[in-house]
Each structure stands twice: as structure tokens, then as C-alpha cells.
């Protein structure tokens, strides 16, 4: 089964930039979006298709995806941003996400 | 602006059965892949299953297989997880969300399996 590996957390300081990796085989391959989560809200859609910004969301989210790797990153990082990110493809017949990533703003 | 409305969650002893209904509104719940995910506490999130358009295609996560049923009502924009030998470890938020990508979520619906 198609496993995605994301770090449990990451921290970045106030107005820096993050960058949150989602790891799979060959996932360069696929189409990966990414869902911030805030405490005890549903999921919000970030970025689909790779690259892509949903109406609403701002500019300083951004996304890659390449070889091994797919990479959310948020630019000028705000304490608004701290949150859990998860990352998630269409492997074949399933859906899978990955394990998500806790986002500390200093 | 299409949302997604979700009922049926609750407390329920082990072995016993639930359905949740997830409840759209517009004119474009026909269109869409719908997929139920859940979120046991403290937990990321974990795909259960999704359906197609038209309900041809369903596949189900491998863990879910064989209690878990997926279903929908295109005519009432009605989406539907019917869960049967609900175990402990089942307890978890469950939430519907439309598409391939995500976009819509339904605001979540907590499911309690204890004696």
C-alpha cells in the first residue's frame, strides 16, 4: 500500500518561511493536495493538484511536488498559521493522507 | 455556497450499528466524488471510503472493508455511512467531504463506541 511520511512537527519563526515536506514513492508522479487543520475544526483545503490555490486562500501558500517529495510552503508566517498540515493522494483505488505536520510559529 | 451538513453521530455500545448522514446543499452534489474520513482522538486523519457521481464506484480502505457502507441519494443530496460491529477503537470524529481534492468538509460528527 502507498504510504506518505510527513515530519511530526515543524517550527519556523514569526514572519519567516516554512516549508512542510510530504514524502511518498515516486509521488512526483501524482497529484497531492494539502489540508490545514485547526483545534477542533474540520479540514481546510490549502492547496490541490499540486500547486494550486483554492479561492480564499492566500498567496503566501504554496506548493510543490517533485520525485520523492511534495512541499507545502508558507511564506511571511503569521501566528494565525499554526495549525496541523496533512497531505493526501489518490494512490490507485484509495485515498491516503499522511501522518500530518504540526506547525509551530515562534 | 454548497455546505455540507452532517447527523447521526452518537454513543454507542460495542457490537451495535450507526448511520451518518451527510446532507448537501446546491445543485451539484450529483457531480461529485464524496468520501467519508475519520479522526480518532488526538489522531490524524483516516480515509474510510469514497463513491462516485453516480454510485458505481466504491472502494473502501482495507481496514474498513466488510463493516463499513458507503451509499448515496443523488435525488436528496444525501450521502450516507452506515457502521456495523462497531468496535472501541472506532470512536473518532467522522466527517464527509466532497471530491477528488477535498474542498468541502462537513463540519464533523462524533461517534463514541464504549459500554
Known amino acids: 500500500s502507498f504510504e506518505l511520511t510527513q515530519p511530526l512537527s515543524v517550527s519556523v519563526a514569526l514572519g519567516q518561511t516554512a516549508r512542510i515536506p510530504c514524502g511518498g514513492s515516486?509521488?512526483?508522479?501524482?497529484?497531492v493536495h494539502w489540508y490545514q487543520q485547526q483545534p477542533g475544526q474540520a479540514p481546510v483545503l490549502v492547496i490541490y493538484?499540486?500547486?494550486n490555490r483554492p479561492s480564499g486562500i492566500p498567496e503566501r501558500f504554496s506548493g510543490s511536488n517533485s520525485a520523492n517529495t511534495a512541499t507545502l510552503t508558507i511564506s511571511r508566517a503569521q501566528v494565525g498559521d499554526e495549525a496541523d498540515y496533512y497531505c493526501?493522494?489518490?494512490?490507485?483505488?484509495?485515498?491516503?493522507f499522511g501522518g500530518g505536520t504540526t506547525l509551530t510559529v515562534l | 455556497q454548497v455546505q455540507l451538513v452532517q447527523s447521526g453521530g452518537g454513543l454507542v455500545k460495542p457490537g451495535g450499528s450507526l448511520r451518518l448522514s451527510c446532507a448537501a446543499s446546491?445543485?451539484?452534489?450529483?457531480?461529485?466524488?464524496m468520501s467519508w474520513i475519520r479522526q480518532a482522538p488526538g489522531k490524524g486523519l483516516e480515509w474510510i471510503a469514497h463513491i462516485s457521481s453516480g454510485g458505481s464506484t466504491i472502494d473502501y480502505a482495507d481496514s474498513m472493508k466488510g463493516r463499513f457502507t458507503i451509499s448515496r441519494d443523488n435525488a436528496n443530496q444525501l450521502l450516507f455511512l452506515e457502521m456495523n460491529s462497531l468496535r472501541v477503537e472506532d470512536t473518532a470524529v467522522y466527517y464527509c467531504?466532497?471530491?477528488?481534492?477535498?474542498?468541502?468538509w462537513g463540519q464533523g460528527t462524533m461517534v463514541t463506541v464504549s459500554s
Open positions: 493526501h493522494v489518490w494512490a490507485g483505488n484509495i485515498e491516503v
Open positions: 493538484r499540486n500547486t
Open positions: 467531504a466532497r471530491g477528488g481534492a477535498f474542498d468541502i
Open positions: 515516486n509521488i512526483g508522479s501524482k497529484d
Open positions: 446546491g445543485n451539484v452534489f450529483g457531480e461529485y466524488f
